[in-house]
Each structure stands twice: as structure tokens, then as C-alpha cells.
């Protein structure tokens, strides 16, 4: 019986340090990450990064929620757009990815009517909430987008 325990205890020790050393390991630039998919991924129009201020207009955050953000935007011919924030918290994430979802389905709105040829990008976007980190890419290359996440994420061992 105290093998039982104490290999239970041993068992729950690893788990419990094999959590801690993977949420260490998120260490994430919300600029270097948007950049990073600007550079690498197949866009199809030009982005250029916006502002905070015009950023806040796009993605109405609050502010207390943002530790960081980067927004870069296309010319609006077509849907395409790369938004990183990273949260407070996972809480504030939580509210962030609300916020990014809102912002989805404006555009669905706004291109169903004005380019209907872009709604697919828009019916399946990349989006993931990490911890702090939300990273929202409207690209058609979300295989390539989630690659390149996971090696910012994870570094070489998860890319």
C-alpha cells in the first residue's frame, strides 16, 4: 500500500512540474509575432501595421485588459488581417478573443455584401487564445499561420 502512495505522489509530482515548465515556457512578443506572420504567410493584398489608437478603433478593447498589441490591416480589397494582443491575464484574453469575434462578424457583414469572394478567409479564420495571447490571422493559409505560432510559442521542439 505505501508503494501505491508514494508511487502516486511521484506520478503527481511529474505532472505537476511538466504543467509548470510548459505555461514557462509561453513568451510571446505580440509585435515580433504579427510581424513574423506578416513576413511569412501568403498574403494576397498588402498589410501594413496600424497605430494603437486606430487599433482601439477596430478592436474596441479596454485597455486595462492589453498588456501589448499589434494590428496590421490590409487595403480593405481584401479580408486579410493579423491581430496579436496579449492580456493582462487569461481572463482579459478571454474578453479580448469577445472582442475579435465582434470584429469577425463585422467583416462577415461588411464583405458578404462588398466581396463575397472573400467570406471563406472570414468563415474560417485562425484564431487561438493562449494564456495571455490572442492571435487572430484572416490569411486562407491557416496551417502555415498555426505553424508558425506554435514555433514563437514553443520554440523549435513543438514547430
Same mark, same amino acid.
Given at each position: 500500500m505505501?508503494?501505491?502512495?508514494?508511487?502516486?505522489?511521484?506520478?503527481?509530482?511529474?505532472?505537476? %512540474?511538466?504543467?509548470?515548465g510548459q505555461s514557462s515556457?509561453?513568451?510571446?512578443?505580440?509585435?515580433?509575432?504579427?510581424?513574423?506572420?506578416?513576413e511569412r504567410i501568403p498574403f494576397?493584398?498588402?498589410?501594413?501595421?496600424i497605430d494603437e489608437q486606430m487599433s482601439m478603433?477596430?478592436?474596441?478593447v479596454d485597455e486595462k485588459d492589453v498588456a501589448a498589441q499589434q494590428v496590421y490591416v490590409s487595403t480593405g480589397a481584401t479580408a486579410e488581417e493579423i491581430a496579436v494582443f496579449e492580456a493582462v491575464d487569461a481572463a482579459a484574453a478571454e474578453r479580448l478573443k469577445e472582442v475579435v469575434l465582434q470584429r469577425? %462578424?463585422?467583416?462577415k457583414a461588411?464583405?458578404?455584401?462588398?466581396?463575397?469572394?472573400?467570406l471563406p478567409k472570414l468563415e474560417d479564420p485562425y484564431l487561438r487564445v493562449t494564456g495571455p495571447y490572442?492571435?487572430?490571422?484572416?490569411?486562407?493559409?491557416?496551417e502555415k499561420v498555426s505553424?508558425?505560432?506554435?514555433q514563437l510559442l514553443y520554440g523549435n521542439e513543438e514547430g
Open positions: 505505501r508503494r501505491k502512495i508514494c508511487l502516486s505522489w511521484v506520478m503527481l509530482l511529474m505532472l505537476l %512540474a511538466a504543467g509548470c515556457k509561453l513568451n510571446l512578443q505580440a509585435a515580433e509575432c504579427a510581424e513574423v506572420l506578416w494576397t493584398d498588402t498589410l501594413s501595421a478603433v477596430l478592436y474596441p469577425l %462578424a463585422e467583416q461588411s464583405y458578404a455584401d462588398y466581396l463575397p469572394v472573400e490572442v492571435i487572430f490571422c484572416v490569411s486562407g493559409h491557416n505553424k508558425e505560432v506554435e
